[in-house]
Nanobody, 126 residues
Framework: QVQLVESGGGLVQAGDSLKLSCTAS??????????MGWFRQAPGKEREFVAG????????YYADSMEGRFTLSTNNAKNTVYLQMNSLKPEDTAFYYC?????????????????WGKGTQVTVSS
């Protein structure tokens, strides 16, 4: 059974940084067809795509509002994907979720991902 576990969330001030981790277990992900996505959801809002990366780490894609501030990386030996978030803003406050799917390319659509973690809270104070 696939399990994704996020960690690294917390309460920070505007301008600070956080590094989220997503560790996968229970499945051998393919370097060639697995895509990992990060999504976030704020209270009263729909789930929003943040960024995605191939399991191999070769390709990554970011939502426009995150471009330049957020960076994805992978450590296949640890079955972990990282989301480095810099210059955080209060509007980045949300519950952040990690997702995985067997996809031909990175997708910003939540319904494309078959596996989800339970999420981690990120709160940015002004």
């Amino acid at each position: 059974q696939v399990q994704l576990v996020e960690s690294g969330g917390g309460l920070v001030q505007a301008g600070d940084s956080l590094k989220l981790s997503c560790t996968a277990s229970g499945h051998s992900f393919s370097r060639y067809s697995t895509r990992m996505g990060w999504f976030r959801q704020a209270p009263g809002k729909e789930r929003e795509f943040v960024a995605g990366i191939s399991w191999s780490g070769i390709s990554a894609y970011y939502a426009d509002s995150m471009e330049g501030r957020f960076t994805l990386s992978t450590n296949n030996a640890k079955n972990t994907v990282y989301l480095q978030m810099n210059s955080l803003k209060p509007e980045d406050t949300a519950f952040y979720y990690c997702a995985a799917g067997n996809l031909a390319e990175i997708s910003d659509a939540p319904n494309k991902y078959a596996y989800w973690g339970k999420g981690t809270q990120v709160t940015v104070s002004s």
